[in-house]
């Protein structure tokens, strides 16, 4: 049967009933996999102090609505009246959906999936992408906006189907890696943008240094020269012999300090003057942004040691690509959880969001099209860096990088880097799935 039909809403006390055509349950519909035999479906909205859950029968009418708080006793009054629908309806199998809000479903999940009487039934937890539900929602232009339609939205996404893989909670080892891993990206985005401001305060105060291709603007070059000269005049003027030094003591890879330090002078010269007032307080904040960027830092070091050390109990064969090391495997790994969960290694890229959208109408087929905009970020950004560092160290990689990287004129190292990623993706799975390790091709 087709994943749409015929839909009447209306509304009925303080949430929409849907009635309409419903795939059967049990069978597998060209939508996606095999859907559990007649699920009641729970939709939750949640926020920081309470959970508003929808529960959907499996002919798509309401069976009930209510609020809880979010903890623990909450949670639990959750469960119990979970159960009670199921046994009501003698139903075995519930499918339970809420969105990923930042961290105020985590818990509810972990709750959920302990639970003990809950258990005893066929149970499915998905943590939904907020996009994947907006779009969705759009199919009702005339529902309201409040907690109680958003909790009937997931509930009625559930029942439709087309939901990503099962959030994985099985092994908390895994979801423990994660924890780190996450926090990790966390900091590098903080780290990113810090370094973004940075390089906005350095055109202030020094454009010609900014400008310069050859001088990376948060290098720890051009830093320890801000932190050195006071004005761009200071620098501009500095002795050619005590600025050489100065590079090459800080520097420590110029092949030539002497000639570096006359492009730096020159660019100073060439620099846009401040008026004093302003320059003292560029440098008062340019001052916290480069502690900033130092404490960043010492994080990502404080998170990688403890990524390596919990990584250590989980057995895996990715760390054998050559330059994907431990922190890039570790944050593929936690994300992924069991490969056994995957069917393909197709599943696996659909799900980091390394996938493209088909443009084809007719005889027409677009050369460019555009990467789906949903998936797991975390998985995505980590395979993305891992491809980015392989495709350094290992000779396939690098010719399939540069094959990538000269097919178009636009945006070639983006293309080509997430293309590499998307090849990753398939030897990632094979290594996991055979639980063997990666023998690098000859020359």
């Known amino acids: 049967m087709a994943c749409s039909g015929m839909i009447l809403i209306r509304e009925v006390a303080d ?11 049990g069978l597998k519909s060209p939508c996606g996999e095999v859907k559990i035999v007649n699920p009641l479906f729970v939709g939750i909205d949640v926020s920081s102090r309470s959970n508003v859950a929808y529960l959907m029968k499996p002919d798509g009418n309401k069976h009930s609505s209510f609020s809880v708080q979010n903890n623990l006793g909450g949670a639990k009054l959750l469960a119990e009246k979970i159960v009670s629908a199921l046994h009501s309806m003698h139903l075995s199998a519930v499918v339970i959906g809420l969105e990923a809000t930042s961290i105020y479903g985590d818990s509810l999940v972990y709750a959920l999936r302990e639970d003990g ?30 907690d109680w339609v958003d909790a009937f939205v997931i509930a009625d996404h559930l029942r439709f189907g087309r939901i990503a893989k099962e959030v994985y909670m099985d092994d908390y080892r895994y979801q423990a890696l994660r924890t780190l891993t996450r926090a990790r990206f966390d900091v590098i985005q903080n780290l990113t943008r810090e370094k973004q401001r940075f390089a906005n305060y350095l055109f202030l105060k020094c454009s010609g240094i900014a400008q310069d291709k050859d001088i990376q603007n948060t290098s720890a070059t051009t830093i320890a020269l801000m932190e050195r000269f006071e004005t761009v005049d200071d620098l501009a003027n500095a002795d050619l012999d005590e600025l050489t030094a100065f590079l090459d003591e800080k520097g420590r890879n110029f092949s030539d300090p002497a000639a570096k330090a006359k492009a730096i002078r020159l660019a100073a010269r060439d620099s846009y003057r401040l008026p004093i007032t302003l320059n003292n307080s560029v440098n008062q904040a340019m001052a916290v942004s480069i502690a900033s960027m130092r404490a960043l830092e010492k994080q990502v070091k404080v998170l990688d040691k403890a990524i390596e050390h919990q990584f250590e109990i989980i057995p895996n064969t990715l760390t054998s690509i050559p330059g994907i090391g431990k922190v890039y495997s570790a944050g593929i790994i936690a994300e992924i959880g069991d490969i056994h969960r995957f069917d393909s290694q197709a599943s696996v890229a659909k799900f980091a969001g390394l996938v493209w959208h088909k443009n084809q109408s007719g005889d027409f087929e677009a050369e460019h099209s555009q990467m789906i905009k949903s998936g797991n970020r975390y998985l995505r950004y980590y395979l ?19 094959l990538k990287f000269k097919e178009v004129n636009k945006y070639q190292h983006k293309r080509a880097l997430a293309l590499t990623a998307r090849k990753l993706v398939r030897l990632v799975f094979r290594l996991l799935k055979d639980n063997r390790l990666y023998i690098p091709p000859e020359g």
């Open 384 to 402: 993305l860096e891992a491809a980015n560092s392989v495709r350094r160290c290992d000779s396939e990689f690098r010719r399939y990088y540069n």
């Open 15 to 25: 949430a929409p009933v849907i009635m309409g055509i419903s795939k059967p349950a």
């Open 117 to 146: 009487c809950l258990g005893q039934f066929q149970r499915k937890i998905h943590v939904l992408n907020p996009k994947q539900v907006k779009k969705f929602k759009e199919a009702y232009p005339d529902l309201p906006k409040n």
